[in-house]
């Protein structure tokens, strides 16, 4: 079964409950002798059941997919904090913060179901992380687990850049499970899965693009370790790794990609918005590479970095500053030469999602859209604060304001429609009834 066959089968409102009437069934089966207890003692075993009810009827909806709201909403938070438009930042930074937060309850809640579903309940729900991780649909989105992770931090140390020293403990733990869903995931689906072509998708990319996510955190935290110089040199070499790492890795699974869209064509009209991925590797790697020399520049022009490193003491500081500004500009470049392949894969997503029809008004994949261009944003952004060009400014303003439409509209959607609201509602009109019959 392809991602798009999952997709239906989980939007299925009887294929969905069906597991969970059965176990709500049972637990009605087993308490009926309790009708003739006290009206007290009915009411408060019938509050607990309907908890227990309740519960199920979301443990039974959850779906690792459900990861990407986290990373998201993260990103848009992050970009919010520091909107391209001076002239209302102001305001859109207590918007940041609310996402922030908002993104901060997602990531526990779901953190704390998907704990509950696949290593507590396992035999209940018939499914376990063994199987997540084992199984090509469903472990690919342990790489929004590890991107969301990196838009909290990234929040954190922009709130709070004293707490750096904490900030800095998160990101290396993890880019330990970067790593560990970056190169695992991607050997799991050699080894233990057989992919028909027709059945190739663009979420293979998520577990790599995690990678690039990590990076331009790295970056984004070392320049608080100006004065630690062994800290920052390891910081650099490590975000530089993981970009390069992540970018040479991501050809060539975007070349099997590619196979599968001029073979077989584009996704059905339930995957379609999975045609933006890719551009998150291209976007996020063009934000890591501006970091990471930025960061090396500065160090070399102002830190003497050249002597850490080895390199010489007897360069004068205007040929320290010329490096500085060579760094920069070849950050600018490779970001560039990325951002360009970017806009044309966010060119072609659109016009795929134009060319197979109107689609429904609201599907859980449409959040595959939002990170990516969350990632084109901060990308141009970072070349505007380098190179002052209005051009940038424009373009990344563009995608600033097309991410935040279509992440609150995906948030206010999935509220609407991925919350069971109507099984919940039948639930407590269920035992109100009995109650009222007792």
Known sequence: MDIESQIRVNENDDGVVSGCEERCSSINDDNDTLTASPTSSVLGHQETRKCFQVLDIILDNLHPMHFVITMGVGITSGILYNFPIECIRHGSRYLGIAYFYINLTCFIVIHLLFIMKYFFLCDRYKTSFKDVLYDHRLNVFLGCEVMGTSTLINMIYFMRPDWYVFVYVLWWINVAFSILVGWGVTFLMFACNKIRPEDINATILLPIVTLTVVASTGSLISVSFMDNPKWQISSNIITFLLFANAVVLSIFIVSVYFERLFIHGLPPKPAIYTCFIPIGILGQGGWAIQLNYKDVGHFIAHHSGLKWMGLGTDYSQEILLSIESVLNFFGVCIALVLASVGVCFTVISFMSVIYCGKPPTFIRTMWASTFPLGTMALSFNEMFKTTNIQ????????????????????????????????????????????????
Do not use: W
């Open 391 to 438: 051009g940038f400014h424009i373009v990344g303003t563009i995608y600033s304001v097309m991410l935040f439409l279509i992440t609150t509209y995906c948030l206010i959607n999935t509220v609407i429609f991925e919350i069971p609201f109507g099984k919940i509602r039948n639930v407590c009109h269920q035992d109100a009834t009995k109650v009222t019959e007792n």
